[in-house]
T-cell receptor, first 109, second 112 residues
Framework: EDKVVQSPLSLVVHEGDTVTLNCSYEVTNFRSLLWYKQEKKAPTFLFMLTSSGIEKKSGRLSSILDKKELFSILNITATQTGDSAIYLCAPPEGNQFYFGTGTSLTVIP | ETGVTQTPRHLVMGMTNKKSLKCEQHLGHNAMYWYKQSAKKPLELMFVYNFKEQTENNSVPSRFSPECPNSSHLFLHLHTLQPEDSALYLC???????????FGAGTRLSVL
C-alpha cells in the first residue's frame, strides 16, 4: 500500500490561476513532510512542514500541514509558466523519505 | 546549482557492459543516497550511506553495487544491467538521514 498519495496526478491551468495540490500520507512516528519541485531533472526543495496549521510561505507558494487528517496542501497563486513542473511530497519514516508520484502541473500562457 | 554534482548526465550501455555513476557533494553533508526514477513511478530509494556506512539497501539487485569512499563521494557501479533498469538515477545528500535532501541533476541511463 502506498504511503504517500498525491492528487491530482496532473493539472493544466492558465497563467494567473490558483492551484491547490494535495498530499495524503501514512507513516509511523511522523516527524515532518517535505515538498519538492522537479522541473527537468533535480528535485529542488520547497518547504519542510513539522507542525499542524502553521502555514509556510515563499512568494506565491504556500503550504500547510494537517497532522490529524494526515495530509498537506501546496497552494500556488497567480501561476506563471515557470511554475510548470512536477511537485513531490515526501514524509520520512525511519531513515527513509517516501516520495509520492507527484502532481504534474502545466501552466499555459 | 544544488551543490550535488552527478556524472555522466547521460549514459547508454549494453547489457554486458560495466559502467559507474559518480556523485559528489560540496555541502559538508554526512548522508548520501541513490534513487531510481522511472516514468510514472515514485522516486525509489536504492541505498543510503551515513558517515560512509551503508544503512539502507532497499532490496536492490546485486547488479547495482554502491561505493562510498568518503562522505563527499558516492558511486554506483553497474554490471550486467537489464533494459528495465533504464531510468533517471538521482543522487542526494543531507546533513543526516532525517534532514532535507539536496539532489543532483541525475544520470539518464539507457540500457540496450
Amino acid at each position: 500500500e502506498d504511503k504517500v498519495v498525491q492528487s491530482p496526478l496532473s493539472l493544466v491551468v492558465h497563467e494567473g490561476d490558483t492551484v491547490t495540490l494535495n498530499c495524503s500520507y501514512e507513516v509511523t512516528n511522523f516527524r515532518s513532510l517535505l515538498w519538492y519541485k522537479q522541473e527537468k531533472k533535480a528535485p529542488t526543495f520547497l518547504f519542510m512542514l513539522t507542525s499542524s496549521g502553521i502555514e509556510k510561505k515563499s512568494g506565491r507558494l504556500s503550504s500547510i500541514l494537517d497532522k490529524k487528517e494526515l495530509f498537506s496542501i501546496l497552494n500556488i497563486t497567480a501561476t506563471q509558466t515557470g511554475d510548470s513542473a512536477i511537485y513531490l511530497c515526501a514524509p520520512p519514516e525511519g531513515n527513509q523519505f517516501y516520495f509520492g508520484t507527484g502532481t504534474s502541473l502545466t501552466v499555459i500562457p | 546549482e544544488t551543490g550535488v554534482t552527478q556524472t555522466p548526465r547521460h549514459l547508454v550501455m549494453g547489457m554486458t557492459n560495466k559502467k559507474s555513476l559518480k556523485c559528489e557533494q560540496h555541502l559538508g553533508h554526512n548522508a548520501m543516497y541513490w534513487y531510481k526514477q522511472s516514468a510514472k513511478k515514485p522516486l525509489e530509494l536504492m541505498f543510503v550511506y551515513n558517515f560512509k556506512e551503508q544503512t539502507e539497501n532497499n532490496s536492490v539487485p546485486s547488479r547495482f553495487s554502491p561505493e562510498c569512499p568518503n562522505s563527499s563521494h558516492l558511486f554506483l557501479h553497474l554490471h550486467t544491467l537489464q533494459p528495465e533498469d533504464s531510468a533517471l538515477y538521482l543522487c542526494a545528500s543531507s546533513q543526516d538521514p532525517t534532514n532535507i535532501q539536496y539532489f543532483g541533476a541525475g544520470t539518464r541511463l539507457s540500457v540496450l
